[in-house]
């Protein structure tokens, strides 16, 4: 799945400006981007792999689309510290702690690693192996992960210009983006546009679950090719304080690791 539909903070960005969702809307984004500690999980679809058939001048060109991104368990303590548990449809499960100052930690097949021994191993597998390795696969998926917590996805809907259909617990939202210049014409210039969809759910004046829809294109680089993609997810959050995230011995142990500590040898 391509990286710019994943990131929905970097496509609502041009359309920033001058506005404002409806108040009730409006109180319960304010709301979620003011909360200290919070749950959520964010369901992916996973419709299968897809087959698609493109004409091009040269023939037709077959693709297959599916969604491979993990369904995620986050939570956010008092003091900033996010704790994720992602789970991918191959059965892999990683669990990764980020504090508030950066620091980060992932519990892996191998155990607890550091942010700078995931990279390392990384390195490492690199260099014994021509190919990609079970172990290159899940090291690549545990370095730096890329997940947004739902007030900084939904913090730009407080200023987005895109007109709000809906009203009491019910709203939705609907505009094309582009990540790049918005003013560009030539479509082999820039970034294509992505369609975003997004319907929030209100109960007692507060954010319970929302879900994006994407729809754009994925550019084959030299060829120009231009694949239609698609991604569709749901997010359920649940306000209940956390005061201090419960981890183990062994994961304080690497996020308290000195920066200047020898790092890990891949076995």
Avoid: C
Avoid at 63 to 91: C, F, H, K, S
Avoid at 104 to 124: C, F, H, V, Y
Wanted: no cysteine; glycine share 6%; charged share 25%.
């Amino acid at each position: 799945m391509v990286a710019v539909l994943r990131l929905v903070v970097l496509l609502l960005a041009p359309l920033v400006l001058r506005a404002a969702p409806p108040a009730p809307l409006a109180a319960a984004l304010q709301q979620l981007r003011d909360q200290k500690s919070y749950s959520w999980e964010v369901i992916n679809s996973d419709p299968g792999p897809i087959a698609q058939r493109i004409e091009t001048r040269r023939g037709t060109v077959t693709t297959v689309q599916q969604n491979l991104a993990p369904n995620v368990q986050g939570q956010i303590d008092r003091q900033g510290d996010m704790l994720i548990r992602r789970e991918w449809a191959d059965g892999l499960v990683l669990e990764t702690v980020i504090t508030a100052s950066g620091a980060s930690a992932t519990k892996t097949p191998e155990g607890w690693m550091s942010d700078r021994e995931i990279l390392t191993a990384q390195s490492e597998e690199r260099l014994r192996h021509r190919t990609a390795t079970p172990r290159a696969v899940w090291l690549r998926r545990a370095d730096r992960p890329d997940v947004l917590r739902p007030d900084v996805e939904l913090a730009p809907l407080l200023k987005v210009t895109a007109p709000f259909t809906g009203s009491g617990n019910a709203y939705r939202v609907a505009f094309r983006s582009r990540a790049g210049d918005t003013m560009t014409e030539d479509p082999d210039d820039g970034e294509p546009a992505t369609t975003v969809e997004i319907a929030l759910n209100l109960r007692g004046g507060v954010i319970r679950d929302y879900e994006i829809k994407l729809e754009g294109v994925r550019r084959v680089q030299r060829s120009r090719l231009q694949i239609p993609v698609s991604e569709q997810r749901i997010v359920v959050l649940k306000y209940l304080p956390i005061s201090k995230l419960d981890l183990p011995p062994e994961a304080r142990e690497k996020l308290n690791a000195p920066r200047g500590a020898p790092p890990l040898r891949a076995p």
